[in-house]
């Protein structure tokens, strides 16, 4: 009876295992799409922490540490943009629409998404520009 019942539990993973395989595979590039979407987020917060920095690097923080703040702000929004691109543009999207396994309506959303993140991107730059060229002409 014990043998039965382990095998019974053993067949019951088993089953579960391929199950859920298979719902994940039904999943249609979902879970991909949602990573991506994940890492163009991640982009987007780095890019903005860099601005951040660069901004208060102007506003004169520390003597010590405004020119490293700038350095490394410029690097955070160089490299945020980039995510965002690599994110729409790169091997793992390519991959998708090669398998063509996906939704459009919801693989439009995430390009319309990394457009609007790029932006937000350039729309701070904007600003920090025109408060840099405000504090140059004084």
Not at 89 to 98: D, T, V
């Amino acid at each position: 009876m014990r043998n039965l019942g382990i095998a019974l539990i053993f067949a019951g993973v088993i089953f579960f295992a391929f199950n859920v395989q298979a719902d994940r595979h039904k999943q249609g590039g979902l879970n991909d799409m949602h990573m991506i979407m994940r890492l163009m987020d991640h982009g987007l917060g780095v890019a903005l922490e860099g601005a951040d920095l660069q901004m208060l690097s102007h506003i004169g923080i520390s003597d010590k540490l405004d020119k490293d703040a700038v350095m490394h702000g410029t690097i955070m929004v160089k490299d945020g943009k980039a995510m965002i691109r690599e994110m729409m543009e790169g091997k793992a999207m390519r991959e998708l629409y090669k398998e063509g396994d996906f939704d459009k309506k919801v693989m439009d959303d995430l390009h319309s998404l990394g457009k609007k993140m790029l932006e937000v991107i350039e729309q701070v730059e904007t600003i920090h520009k025109g408060v840099l060229e405000k504090e140059s002409g004084k």
